[in-house]
């Protein structure tokens, strides 16, 4: 089994920045694909964003420009750094991590962007 483990959400207005991580334990071999998505209240979850073990990023079109994700392979971490933040980025956020060829979700961190 594979845990993963959110922080860094938080109330931030708008224009402001917060950094979201993810940290991954247990019985984990080699991570391959390290992404986060959102969910917005009474809507479908999307992606955000991805980066493959190899360092290649995907963007959703509505953060380029704005979010960065990254991730530290010796710690297990996966990290999004998101700045200019508006009120649609509000949504509870999750980490997805594939490793052994099965994904494994976050519980989620809350994301509120609001003056």
């Known amino acids: 089994q594979v845990q993963l483990v959110e922080s860094g959400g938080g109330l931030v207005q708008p224009g402001g920045s917060l950094r979201l991580s993810c940290a991954a334990s247990g019985s984990i071999f080699r991570i391959n694909a390290m992404g986060w998505y959102r969910q917005p209240l009474g809507k479908q979850r999307e992606l955000v964003a991805a980066?493959?073990?190899?360092?290649?990023?995907n963007y959703a079109d509505s953060v380029k420009g704005r979010f960065t994700i990254s991730r530290d392979n010796a710690k297990n971490t996966v990290y999004l750094q998101m700045n200019s933040l508006k009120p649609e980025d509000t949504a509870v956020y999750y980490c997805?991590?594939?490793?052994?060829?099965?994904?494994?979700w976050g519980k989620g961190t809350l994301v509120t962007v609001s003056s």
């Open positions: 997805r991590v594939t490793t052994r060829g099965m994904d494994y």
């Open positions: 980066i493959a073990s190899g360092g290649i990023t």
